[in-house]
C-alpha cells in the first residue's frame, strides 16, 4: 500500500457504510478479532463513562449484534448486572451466531417494558447493514430506553447522508469503529449521536486498500496554508478583487477587510463614481477604483473576485458575465447566487459558491436526496466547489472529495456572516490554494474566528467581531498544522 493511499485515510477521513462492509468482505479471515476488538471497546468506553448499572444490550440479527454480544460478555466479566434482548436471532453459521453461542447470560424478550427495567441500553441492533426503514417494534423499543449507547450509529441513521430511516434511539454516547461515518458530522443524525467517540479496533493497513477516502472532517490537516516568507511581498501573497455595489456597501466592506485579515495582500473594489466615492472613505486599506469589469480584467494580477455580496441584480449582471468570460476565479456569493435563480449553468465557470440552504434552492431547485448528495451533485454538474452552509457546512468539489465542517458556532449566525466567509476564501485562493482547499481551510477559519470571538466577547458577536479574529483563526490552523507534522 502507497504513503498516499494510507495518508488518504489518516485521521479525519471519513468511511461509509459501504466501504465498511467492504473492509469487512477484505477481512473476513479476521472478521472474528476484529468483532471481539469491537465489543471490547465499546465495554471499556461504557466503563469510562458509566457506573455499574442494569445494562440491556438490544441485539439485532448482523454483525452489529454480534458486537453487541460481546460487549455484554465484557460487561458480565467485570461484575455488572447484564442481559440481551435479541430483535431477531443471527443467522445460523454466521460470525454473529457464534458471538450470541458465547454469551451464556440471560436473555430477555425484546419489548419496551424489559427496555425500562434497564438503566442503560446498548443499541446494537442495526449499523452499517441498514437497508430500509426502521420496523416499529424496534422504534417502540427505543422509545422506552432511558440511558442509551449505540454501535457504529443509532440503529436507523444513514452512516452516509446523516437522514434518519424513522424514529432513531437518542443515544447519549456513540462509538465509531476504526473511523467517523459522514453521518455522525451531519444533521439531523449528528443530534441523535450524543458524543461520537471512535476506537481503534486493530484494523490491518491492508484493509484499505483499493478504497480511496472521498469524505473527510474538515480539520486542519486536510489542507496546508501557504507560509509566509521574507521575501513575499503584496503580490505573491494575494490579490483580491471584488465589484463594490452602490446601494448596500456594508457586504464588500466585510469580504474585504476579511480578505485583508486573512491575509490578502492587496484588495481592489471596483465601482462605480457613486459608489467609488463612499468605499473610498470607508476602506481607506484597499485601492478603490471606478474601472469598468473589462478594464479590470486586462490586468493580469487580478484573477480572484468576489462577486455578489450586497450586488443587485443589474449589477451583478454588468459584472459576472465579463468575469467569467476572462476566466477569473470567481467566488459567488449572495447577489450572485439570486441572479442564477433557477438557471445554475448561468454560473458556470464560477470556482467556489456558498450558499445557505434557501439559496441553493432557489438556483438549483429542492433538495430531493439529502443536503450533502444535493450539493455533491451540484458540484458535479456545475464544475464548481459548492460550500453548502449551516451548523454542518458540506464542501463538495466537483471530483466527489467532500468534507464536512462542525468547526463552527452558532454565534456565527449574524448578518454579514456569510460576506465574511467569501472573503476568507478569496484570500486563500489568491494565495495559491486549489479552490476546494482553500474552500475547506476558510470555513474552518471562520468557525475558528468565530468561536474566539465568541470566547473574547461573552458569546453575542456581530460580522465586525469575526473580522478582527482572522489573523488569529488562521494563526491557530497554522500551529496545528505545525504540531501534526511534528507528530
Ligand atoms: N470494519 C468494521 O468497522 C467492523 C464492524 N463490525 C460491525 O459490523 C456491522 C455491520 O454488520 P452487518 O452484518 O453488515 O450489518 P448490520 O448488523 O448493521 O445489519 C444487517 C442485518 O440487519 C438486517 N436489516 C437491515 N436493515 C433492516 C431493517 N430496516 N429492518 C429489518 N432488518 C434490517 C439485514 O437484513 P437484510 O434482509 O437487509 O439482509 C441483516 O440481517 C457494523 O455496523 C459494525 O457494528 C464488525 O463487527 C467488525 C468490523
Ligand atoms: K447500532
Known sequence: MSHSERM??????????????????????????????????VARLIRQHFKSCRVLVACGPGNNGGDGYVVARYLQ??????????????????????????WTGPIVAFEAAEAMRAELVVDAVFGAGLSRPLP????HFFQHVPRCVAIDVPSGVDGVTGACWGEVPQALLTVALVRKRPGHLLEPATGRCGQVVCVDIGMPEEAFSGLKARYWENTPSLWPLPLQYEQD????????????GAHMPGAARFASDSARHTGAGLVCVSSSEEGAALYRTVLPGCVVDQKTPYDSVKDQRRRVWVCGPGLTFKEVESVLPTLLEAQCHVIADAGALAWADGLPEKLRGVKVMTPH???????????????????????KETGSVIVLKGADTVIAAPDGRTA?????TPALATAG??????????????????????SCAAVWIHGEAGRQAAQAKGGWIVAEDLITFLGKARHAAEKSQKLSINR
Open 404 to 408: 464536512i465542517n462542525r468547526h463552527a
Open 233 to 244: 511581498h503584496k503580490y505573491t501573497r494575494g490579490v483580491v478583487s471584488l465589484y463594490g
Open 8 to 41: 488518504s485515510f489518516e485521521t479525519n477521513a471519513l468511511l461509509t457504510p459501504h466501504e465498511t462492509l467492504q473492509m469487512d468482505a477484505h477481512m473476513s479471515s479476521s472478521l472474528e478479532f476484529l468483532m471481539e476488538n469491537a465489543g471490547a471497546m
Open 136 to 139: 416499529e417494534d424496534v422504534v
Open 357 to 379: 440552504l434557501g439559496e441553493f434552492v432557489r438556483v438549483f431547485g429542492p433538495v430531493r436526496t439529502s443536503r450533502l448528495e444535493a450539493a455533491q451533485q451540484a458540484s
Open 417 to 438: 456572516s456569510g460576506d465574511v466567509l467569501s472573503g476568507i476564501i478569496a484570500a486563500l485562493c489568491a494565495s495559491g490554494m486549489p479552490a476546494w482547499e482553500a
Open 77 to 102: 466479566g467485570w461484575g455488572w448486572p447484564v442481559s440481551v434482548a435479541p430483535w431477531k436471532k443471527p443467522q445460523h453459521g454466521s460470525l454473529a451466531a457464534r458471538a450470541a453461542q458465547e
